[in-house]
T-cell receptor, first 111, second 113 residues
């Protein structure tokens, strides 16, 4: 089992739609969780950290379910500019702190 | 404030050649990382550093070496390039160790023929 797993997609959604991505992680001792956005042929950039109580930033909502070991990202009112790959990142402690990256979920928002 | 910079942006190497990928950050971050990203794959950690003079191996260190003589610079050395090292290489830095945001450079696209 991979340490961090994501559905690769692509998710093709029309503008204005709501779309949700899940990410599962295998290490129950993981402490920090993030969603990064990566545009084609560009570097990843932090979209949002994920807090235990869930958190929202504009149209984006992130949630953490420790019992089931998954995090989610909800995007409301999708824009064309949301088209990108969304990377789930989990901090795991195995002797030292490491960021473990999922392979990403591709989103295409269609006009 | 340039953030994290990487040079070169692109490079083609022949099998057996060597090169150094440069990475610099101006945010005074102690923690720096080198990743490689293969098509359709997640980022894999090659090496990381927790401060000047201190480096350690990540998941995929074979064929690479690093040094960290200053807080700002973290070069990655490829010795005896192989086709399996064809990838996109990202350097990153962070203020906190494992719990904070990582800032990435724009990447170096390396092809080994």
């Amino acid at each position: 089992r991979k340490e961090v797993e994501q559905d690769p997609g692509p998710f093709n959604v029309p503008e204005g739609a709501t779309v949700a991505f899940n990410c599962t992680y295998s290490n129950s001792a993981s402490q920090s969780f993030f969603w990064y956005r990566q545009d084609c042929r560009k570097e990843p950039k932090l979209l949002m950290s994920v807090y235990s109580s869930g958190n929202e930033d504009g149209r984006f909502t992130a949630q953490l379910n420790r019992a089931s070991q998954y995090i989610s990202l909800l995007i409301r009112d999708s824009k064309l500019s949301d088209s990108a790959t969304y990377l789930c990142v989990v901090n795991t402690i195995s002797g030292t702190y490491k960021y473990i990256f999922g392979t990403g979920t591709r989103l295409k928002v269609l006009a | 404030n340039a953030g994290v910079t990487q040079t070169p942006k692109f490079r083609i190497l022949k099998i057996g050649q060597s090169m150094t990928l440069q990475c610099a950050q101006d945010m005074n971050h102690n923690y720096m990382y080198w990743y490689r990203q293969d098509p359709g794959m997640g980022l894999k950690l090659i090496y990381y550093s927790v401060g000047a003079g201190i480096t350690d191996k990540g998941e995929v260190p074979n064929g690479y070496n690093v040094s960290r003589s200053t807080t700002e610079d973290f070069p990655l050395r490829l010795e005896l390039a192989a086709p399996s090292q064809t990838s996109v290489y990202f350097c990153a830095s962070s203020y906190q160790r494992g719990t904070g945001e990582q800032f990435f450079g724009p990447g170096t696209r390396l092809t080994v023929l």
